[in-house]
């Protein structure tokens, strides 16, 4: 009979001894996420007050952030959205803090993943910035070159040119992050790969007659300026 | 049926016999296929709930050479602007709507202000600012018609006479401003009639000949709020946001292009609209409001000319405008007694004495401080400012009518 109980509180010994290891790891875990929100939300205000005072607004609105995120359809002020942004990173962080003091194995090494992947973040979103500033100067640049050599699609180009560089940027930001990178490698490479040859064809193939055309013109001009030189001379 | 006298140095295309409708149509139909036209609708919720605006959209709807309408919808909920949505669904031209109160729009209106754009408050003049801009955005027009949303007696012969002017290539016309006469059973206009023209006409007597008071005598009727222009106007023009708006786009107008290209056409037989309470004891509403505002726009572009204002020269402006409104005062009485027009002189003379008051007033607010009129940039200097704005203004409506 004796055995029997024991069969029956053993377990739920067990079952108390792990409840009260657990129990300050969950109250700790309370503990830092308390303090944490807490932090965000002081942080999150100082932020806020500091943006304000480098017209961060003003900044990203002559930068083209704000009209990045309006084709987002984000109609917020860029200052909120970067505040929010780094109080919800804060929350995240502080929460994976919490859990990992919990000291559940599994939520450990979720925890690990997770810091391991903060710096891969950081670079993406970096990359996503100098790209974008790079991406519309580079295209400002081809647009006013082409333009003054007196090329008809100018803004059609310097919009082919925006657009590559951007879907290049973006093939380095989910290469970066590790999302599926085989795919995006081979997406990006036939993608790119497509377009190089529609352009080689499109000139090669398409483009005979009116290359033709501008050798012709060329060659008959440099003729003309040969017998030009010699009437001169006489 | 009007005589065919032209008066001052701007053209005036009056109304002669009866020409057909349908032939001005037809023409317009097909110059707006070179010059495509957008028609700006600055407009408050209020309006659709009164006699107006049904008869506005029924006449809309039948006309076929508008590229597009713009509607700026002012002091509208969310719910208010779905329905005037639903409310302008008869009219087969694309119709936008700026929804002023909206989010997006606000956010709009802040990213001016944290720029160092003062747009000034909402009203009439930042409201079509604020729709040249989107017809800007979209470079699908070359021409802006532009009129009001209080008109009981529309016409959808007032746009087809207002846009051809600037619409014809052969005119070559880059600003066109409606008028027609204010009559019910008595004369209406009061403001024109005895302040703005009595006013103009002191000051050329005391300022002597001067380019912009001629230009601003010429037009028969320079408060009406019915005009035409190109695209480049609207993009260069500083207009203001208060009750100077139209007799400062004029002084935009009058300081960017000749006045060989400007003109003024008899748009309707007779038009009515919502009139205005006197407000002869409160400077801050009504007439009187808009007397000052009116007053410190023209004493500010006069400054601006070169005129110097002294204290000796208002106060002979006050005598000069009381003499000049009680002669016009008479004239009016005999044109009503004539024309069998009830016509209260003791009522005319009210005004006249609560004008001079306002004019008083606008002397002194004009001495202590003449920048006080306010103006707001032009979309030149603001896409120079934010670069993408032209952008973020065009999703912003198109969001807000895709919904």
């Known amino acids: 009979m004796e055995d029997f109980i024991n069969l029956i509180l053993d377990p739920l010994k067990e079952l108390f001894l792990k409840f009260k290891v657990f129990v300050p790891n969950f109250l700790a875990m309370l503990v830092i996420l308390f303090a944490g929100i807490v932090i965000a939300l002081i942080i999150k205000r100082f932020l806020a007050k500091f943006l304000a005072a480098i017209n961060f607004d003003s900044w990203s609105d002559r930068m083209g952030f704000t009209k990045l995120m309006r084709r987002g359809s984000m109609w917020s002020k860029p200052s909120a959205v970067l505040c929010e942004i780094v109080f919800w990173l804060m929350v995240i962080v502080t929460l994976m803090s919490g859990l990992s003091a919990l000291q559940i194995p599994a939520i450990d090494q979720l925890v690990n993943q997770f810091f391991s992947y903060i710096p891969r973040l950081f670079s993406a979103a970096m990359i996503l910035i100098i790209g974008y500033l790079l991406s519309g100067f580079i295209s400002r640049t081809v647009l006013i070159a082409a333009a003054n050599s007196g090329f008809h699609y100018a803004k059609l180009l310097a919009q082919a040119v925006h657009t590559m560089l951007i879907v290049l940027i973006l093939a380095m930001i989910m290469e970066q992050l590790h999302i599926a990178p085989s795919i995006v490698l081979a997406a990006f490479s036939i993608v790119f790969g497509g377009i190089v040859i529609a352009i080689a064809i499109a000139f090669g193939v398409g483009g005979i007659d009116a290359a033709r055309r501008i050798i012709e013109k060329e060659a008959s001009q440099k003729r003309d300026e040969r017998q030009r030189d010699e009437i001169d001379h006489i | 049926m009007s005589d065919f006298y032209q008066t001052g140095i701007i053209t005036t295309l009056h109304q002669l016999g009866k020409p057909s409708l349908e032939r001005l149509e037809t023409e317009l139909h097909e110059f707006s296929k070179i010059r495509p036209i957008a028609l700006v609708l600055p407009s408050l919720y209020s309006e659709f709930e009164g006699p107006a605006m049904p008869g506005i959209v029924s ?345």
């Open chain 2, 59 to 403: 006449e809309l709807s039948k006309v076929k050479y508008l590229k597009e309408i713009v509607l700026v919808l002012d002091k509208a909920s969310e719910k208010d602007f779905h329905r005037v949505r639903e409310f302008m669904s008869p009219i087969s031209t694309e119709v936008k709507i700026i929804h002023n109160d909206g989010k997006r729009i606000s956010e709009i209106y802040e990213t001016f202000a944290r720029n160092g754009f003062n747009v000034g408050e909402r009203g009439k003049g930042r409201s079509a600012w604020l729709a040249y801009g989107y017809v800007l955005a979209r470079g699908r027009s070359d021409v802006i018609a532009l009129h009001d949303c209080d008109i009981i007696t529309y016409s959808r012969e007032l746009l087809a006479r207002l846009c051809y002017p600037v619409v014809n290539p052969n005119l070559d016309y880059v600003f066109c401003k409606g008028y027609y006469s204010r009559i019910s059973s008595k004369m209406n206009g009061r403001v024109t009639r005895l302040l703005v023209t009595p006013l103009v006409r002191s000051l050329q007597q005391l300022v002597g000949p001067h380019a912009f008071l001629a230009f601003l005598d010429s037009f028969r009727y320079p408060l009406s709020g019915e005009f035409c222009m190109t695209t480049d106007l609207a993009r260069v023009n500083r207009i203001p946001w208060d009750w100077g708006l139209e007799v400062g786009s004029l002084a935009e107008v009058h300081r960017n292009y000749s006045p060989r290209r400007v003109c003024q056409v008899d748009i309707a037989a007779n038009y009515d609209h919502k009139h205005q309470a006197l407000s002869a004891d409160d400077a801050s509403k009504g007439l009187m409001k808009m007397t000052v505002d009116i007053c410190k726009s023209i004493f500010r572009t006069l400054a601006s000319e070169g005129v110097v204002f002294s204290d000796g020269l208002f106060k002979s402006l006050l005598v000069s405008y009381l003499r000049h409104a009680e002669d016009t005062i008479m004239k009016y009485e005999a044109d009503a007694a004539i024309n069998g027009l009830r016509f209260d002189r003791h009522e005319e003379a009210m005004a006249v004495e609560a004008f001079t008051k306002a004019i008083g007033m606008a002397t002194r607010i004009y001495m202590e401080n003449p920048m006080t009129t306010p103006l707001i940039p032009n979309w030149n200097r603001v896409t120079t400012a934010i670069p993408g704005i032209f952008e973020m203004l065009e999703m912003a409506v198109d969001a807000d009518n895709g919904q």
